[in-house]
């Protein structure tokens, strides 16, 4: 959490997960669709094929002094020096699996550098969410074999979603600011 010149504090979340998982397709189904908040303008920086190069980047106000900073990082393995750079600083992490099973290992590789990057702090000091997401796949694997796999602790709340159609995404997104604001302001 930082503090800008007036005041407002800023909670930087981020979301994490292999490239093509649909991080910044959830991203931008919050910002079009998720009505009753206030936000900024949705700002990518991304190839001519629509892949994120660097990161997303989107403000979201959940009070008049509480501003939810969201990013999301390239998940293409030749930019893991810039997802540590987006890491730095950051309040509260969205896990975006892609459920199929083709993918099983990019998401256990993805999981797997969040780990060596963050280490003890992912659920502990830092709040995590995952989302499943990509749950109409013809191969969608189960939910607890996905979960175990990713490894990234317990009680972790997992939220399954289709962020295409936008189902799930809002639960998603609710359930990281709620536990973010929970453990930073009232350090529950």
Do not use: C, W
């Not at 206030?38 to 009070?63: H, Q, V």
């Not at 992490?93 to 993805?110: H, K, W």
């Not at 796999?149 to 990281?176: C, H, W």
């Amino acid at each position: 959490m930082r503090k800008d010149a007036s005041g407002k504090m800023h909670f930087k979340l981020v979301f994490v997960g292999p490239s093509l998982a649909g991080k910044t397709t959830l991203l931008k189904k919050l910002h079009t669709d998720v009505t009753g908040i206030k936000k900024g303008g949705l700002n990518s920086i991304e190839d001519p094929s629509g892949r994120t190069i660097y990161f997303d980047f989107s403000p979201f106000m959940a009070t008049s002094s509480v501003i939810l900073d969201i990013y999301t990082v390239a998940g293409q393995r030749r930019h893991r020096h810039q997802r540590s750079l987006v890491l730095k600083g950051v309040d509260g992490l969205l896990f975006v699996a892609d459920s199929s099973r083709a993918m099983l290992a990019d998401n256990v590789e993805s999981a797997e550098e969040l780990k060596n990057e963050l280490g003890d702090k992912i659920g502990g000091e830092l709040p995590i969410v995952i989302a499943l997401n990509k749950r109409d796949a013809p191969d969608a694997m189960p939910k607890k074999e996905l979960v175990d796999a990713l490894d990234l602790g317990t009680n972790i709340p997992v939220y399954e979603t289709i962020a295409i159609e936008g189902i799930g995404v809002k639960r998603a997104f609710q359930s990281l600011s709620r536990e973010v604001l929970l453990k930073k302001l009232y350090a529950v």
